[in-house]
């Protein structure tokens, strides 16, 4: 599934958007820039199954004009859980991508958009100038989030909130016959960013919106590769988040003790921890980090890593109902019920083998 989902995502959206995203950057000297966030699970499953996309994906970032994002390497909540592991899939993710794209990241964007005041705190200590949050109404309080902030008990390290109206604007409502701006054209997004009050219009949306969320007959692809001169003709100009903290102040603090996010209608951390079966399968998962540690194994390792990834407890999520509906089609599993059982089942498998491994490491006395 994850070899066939891969191949349809990326002939609807990675290969033709990387080449879309290369002409415009072309076309208007460098003017138009963008910053992408990639994960280590994407890039192992690339790597496995279509080395032609992210070979693609390496061309567009060498030619100039996208920025790289850190990020945890297993698209996962582990800062929530291990302060011990989130530096762990950093470093990792930060390793990869310097040896794949010759980019050491120095803006970090957590999983799912994830944040609080600790973990700008954190971004900070681990040398990031910037970390992307969500803008969240109701923790901005009245705010804009067309400014840079700063987290408190930080020093150096500035807060991106998202607009989270106009990302969605291109996110989600564009090829919506129902929504009163549709259909919407580069020239109208664009004078909205033009009227929009601040500093810096921060857009932040899933790369699959592209071709794959919004089918190419929507018009998504015409949209996008007409917007740069449409922002230009408006007198606004594209800057990356690196370049937009360098550019702009942090106008004042931004307070955010509880944990936000960019998902559903709650911005919170509900889509993964909202039920008991989610409570179960988090709390045996991150039980077994003495034992990784112990078994010393990088396959084992590996594994556990790959079951941190967000989209497990997602699919175990009765937010929309108790048998999932209204959930993408894109999930692997009949029921979360189905998701939660299938997860703990190589849960238990993944155990033994940690076991079987521990014991039979000779000990030295």
Known sequence: MNAAILDRVAERCYLPANRMF??????????????????????????????????????????????????????????????????????????TLEDLFHIRPRVFSNTELIYNDAIAAKAETMGFDGVVAEGVEWNLSGNSPNFLYRAPRTARVKTLPRNLQLSDDLGFRFAQPEWPDYPLTPRKFARWLGESPGDI?????????????????????????????????????????????????????????????????????????????????????HALEDKIHAANDPDLTHIWGKMQTSNHLHWMSTKHGADGSGHSPLIPYPSPREAHQRFIAVLDGLESKLDRTINSTPRVA
């Open 22 to 95: 290369q002409r415009m950057i072309a076309k208007h000297g460098g003017r138009f820039r963008m910053a992408l966030s990639i994960s280590g699970t994407l890039i192992d499953q690339l790597k496995q199954y279509r080395p032609d996309v992210l070979a693609s994906f390496q061309e567009l970032v060498a030619g100039g004009g996208v920025e790289l994002l850190a990020e945890t390497y297993y698209h996962s909540l582990a800062f929530v859980y291990s302060n011990k592991e989130f530096e762990r899939q950093v470093d990792l993710h930060l390793n």
């Open 201 to 285: 219009v921060n857009l932040f949306m899933g790369y699959e919106t592209i071709g794959e969320h919004q089918s190419a007959e929507s018009g998504i692809f015409d949209f996008w590769e007409n917007l740069p001169e449409a922002v230009e003709n408006a007198g606004l100009q594209w800057v990356t988040p690196t370049e937009a903290v360098e550019l702009y102040r942090a106008s004042q603090e931004y307070s955010c003790k509880h944990l936000t996010s960019w998902t559903d209608g709650e911005h919170d951390l509900s889509a993964w921890t909202a039920n008991s079966m989610q409570h179960n399968a988090i709390e045996r998962l």
